[in-house]
């Protein structure tokens, strides 16, 4: 496929369904994912991989860091919360370790740094025909979520990149005109 319409084609999945990605197509990925700009080559990108068994064990330690974070939330709420990693067949926690003071490379470079990393990874995932979901949401901003992880309390969350075969097409997206974006700068003389 021409690589731009591979660009225009990627859409959220929500009927993600095995198989995951095997280790070579997750190679090419992660290749593709520290391929991205990153001022001052600091790497600020991590990822996890959560699979098989670990999704269920990861899906309680959302849940337990809801009940935390809201101790009054209702069991069902936090039985729906624990489910949540079982919608996917692998996971990518995408995290980045952001240095404050780097000259020149300011904490916000080093986030989107690890943005443009996530975006490959989605493409990559993408041009190797599998579905992907970027999510986030209150976990990904949780110290209980972070530490369960093995992240610092300052490491970032960037996104919880679900994976897997493509069960059902996404819908097409609503029509988007670059040129609704887009104006050509005039100096003001
Ligand atoms: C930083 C970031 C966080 C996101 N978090 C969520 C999320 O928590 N839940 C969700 O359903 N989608 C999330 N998304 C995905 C967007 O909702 C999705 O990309 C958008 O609806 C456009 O759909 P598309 O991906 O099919 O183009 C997130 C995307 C980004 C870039």
């Known amino acids: 496929m021409d690589p731009i319409r591979m660009i225009e084609t990627r859409r959220s999945v929500s009927n993600l369904v095995e198989p995951a990605p095997g280790p070579e197509a997750l190679a090419r990925a992660f290749q593709a994912a520290v391929s991205a700009p990153d001022h001052k080559r600091l790497r600020p990108w991590r990822f996890l991989v959560i699979e098989g068994e670990a999704r269920a064990r990861f899906g309680q330690l ?41 000259p020149g490379a300011p904490p916000v470079e080093q986030t989107l740094a690890a ?66 974006f887009v104006t050509r700068w005039t100096p003001a003389r």
């Not at 009054?72 to 980045?96: F, H, M, T």
């Open 62 to 102: 959302v849940a337990d860091a809801l009940k935390q974070r809201e101790p009054g939330a209702p069991v069902e709420v936090l039985q729906k919360e624990s489910q949540k990693p079982l919608r996917a067949p692998l996971i990518i926690v995408v995290a980045a370790t952001i240095q404050p003071d780097v």
């Open 115 to 180: 943005g443009a990393a996530t975006q490959n990874l989605l493409l990559a995932l993408h041009a190797q025909g599998y579905g992907t979901a970027w999510k986030t949401g209150p976990a990904a901003y949780c110290p209980v979520v972070k530490a369960g992880l093995g992240l610092k309390p300052d490491d970032q969350i960037i996104g919880f990149v679900y994976t897997g075969s493509i069960g059902a097409p996404p819908a097409a997206a609503p029509p988007l005109a670059h040129r609704d």
